[in-house]
């Protein structure tokens, strides 16, 4: 290292700009790895990925609006990271880009000193998102950071070059001590995922500021193939379900933790996102107002997503998800560009005026208006909870589409719109799907199937139209 280069590296707003996209560059680069040590809260090898797209939201943010001051640009590199946090790891990175921005003042004595306060501050951003600290976790190797680059930070005498490389040398050279405090990961054998995607990023930081190339970051991570298989303890994920909400105003952390499992709360401003893993997603989405609800993502906690459904319907959430579709649920707070920004990352892409998005992945709305704003195939619940059938039976999907007859009734009793919908048809039909409105009891609808020979489907219940939509295949 050039140590006369070096020294004109500057704690500026340039070099913020230069390590959001250093880093974002680097994850890509391991993210595989980072993901083969996913074993907590669930194993579901995302946590890579999941920070990548957070810290890319934080990089198009400091793109879009550059400015020379080093305070706005890690409040925008943390805003942008902030709203497109994904997953528990996403949420508690962005919490710790927060923290960072909060303590990362102009003022401090000394650029190794701003530093290291903004490090602590960003360690305490992080432990507040999260409901209940795991030992072992990203959050103990966060305070591990602060706290050795804090005493490196003492002597006055240190180049800003030099404040990070030791201290980061020591923590990794002690992570898996350091994991091996949490029972799931000692158990599995393997670090933490989401402590090691953050000390990439801090490993890129100290390359850049000894005007090194940082293309050395994460070097260290073992290749995917070498992951021990998980031990015999569980995940401790809590739910079925991961409810992941963008919203405008803070979350409650204890109201969101009552719903579920690694639950996690982290914002500035009006950007606010939350993490929970839990049984009951329509409990989880009602924590917020629907006018304080820019968008809500739940998924399913095992098995990958082979479409997305856009429903504002929560009622209708839990059942699209559970059939296998990550489920977009826009909020009054969404703006279309938020929504097919959303459906875009979740499904590959968007769909088009077919509604197939050129990976195998289908989106699907609930009502005409999302339809229109994604592209969608059916703007019809019943369709749609036809079409996630279909895929679940790896159907052709457009022809159950196109075979599906439905209707609506506002009658308690739906018997008389079935019976008119078996009689506009020579086809009698083998599956009856039907999305009742909360408060009605499908007892006579089951009563209707098997009087007609149908298989029944029973979806939701929704919580608004109509009492009963009706579909038969």
Same mark, same amino acid.
């Given at each position: ?280 997603? +329509? @409990? &989880?989405?009602?924590?917020? *107002? ?5 968008? !809500?993502?739940?998924?399913? /906690?095992? $098995? %990958? =997503?082979?479409?997305?459904? +856009? @429903? &504002?319907?929560?009622?209708? *959430? ?5 059939? !296998?579709?990550?489920?977009? /649920?826009? $909020? %009054? =707070? ?17 769909? !088009? ?6 990976? %195998? ?113």
């Amino acid at each position: 290292m050039d140590r006369r280069v070096a020294a004109r590296v500057r704690l500026d707003a340039a070099l913020v700009r230069a390590w959001a996209a250093a880093a974002v560059q680097r994850l890509r680069d391991v993210a595989p790895r980072i993901d083969a040590l996913n074993v907590f809260p669930v194993a579901d090898a995302d946590t890579g990925q999941n920070v990548v797209c957070t810290l890319a939201g934080g990089l198009a943010a400091v793109e879009t609006s550059p400015t020379d001051d080093l305070s706005a640009t890690a409040h925008l590199l943390a805003t942008g990271a902030l709203r497109e946090a994904r997953g528990s790891s996403g949420v508690i990175v962005s919490g710790w880009f927060a923290g960072l921005a909060v303590g990362l003042v102009e003022d401090a004595p000394g650029e190794p000193t701003r530093l290291a306060g903004a490090l602590a501050s960003a360690a305490v951003g992080a432990r507040q998102a999260v409901a209940d600290p795991w030992p072992g976790t990203v959050l103990e190797v966060a305070d591990q950071v602060a706290a050795t680059v804090r005493r490196q930070a003492a002597d006055p005498h240190l180049p800003l070059a030099d404040l990070l490389p030791g201290p980061l040398d020591a923590v990794r050279a002690r992570l898996a001590e350091t994991s091996a405090h949490h029972p799931v990961l000692r158990s599995a054998g393997v670090v933490d995922a989401g402590a090691c995607a953050l000390l990439v990023v801090l490993e890129v930081l100290a390359a850049l500021l000894a005007a090194e190339p940082p293309d050395r970051a994460g070097a260290w991570l073992p290749p995917p193939s070498s992951r021990p298989e998980p031990g015999p303890e569980p995940s401790g994920s809590g739910g079925a379900f991961e409810v992941m909400l963008h919203v405008t105003v803070e979350v409650d952390l204890t109201r969101l933790a009552s719903t579920g499992a690694a639950a996690a709360v982290t914002g500035l401003g009006d950007q606010w996102r939350t993490h929970v893993h839990t049984d009951d997603p +329509v @409990t &989880a989405l009602a924590l917020v *107002a629907p006018d304080e609800l820019r968008i !809500g993502l739940v998924r399913a /906690v095992t $098995g %990958g =997503a082979a479409g997305v459904v +856009v @429903t &504002a319907d929560t009622g209708l *959430a839990a059942w699209y998800a559970a059939a !296998g579709a990550a489920v977009v /649920v826009p $909020g %009054g =707070a969404a703006s279309p560009d938020d929504l097919r920004a959303v459906v875009s990352l979740v499904g590959g892409g968007l769909s !088009g005026d077919r509604g197939h998005d050129g990976t %195998g992945r289908y989106t699907l709305a609930t009502d005409p208006e999302l339809a229109a704003q994604v592209g969608a195939m059916t703007a019809d619940p019943v369709r749609a909870a036809v079409a996630c059938t279909a895929l679940d039976e790896q159907a052709d999907v457009e022809a159950a589409l196109r075979r599906v007859r439905t209707a609506q009734t506002d009658d308690a009793d739906p018997t008389a719109a079935l019976t008119r919908l078996l009689a506009g048809s020579a086809e009698p039909g083998e599956v009856l799907t039907v999305v009742p409105r909360t408060g009605f009891d499908p007892a006579g609808v089951r009563a209707l199937a098997a009087a007609h020979g149908l298989e029944l489907v029973l979806v939701g219940p929704a919580t608004t139209g109509p009492v009963w939509r009706l579909g038969v295949d």
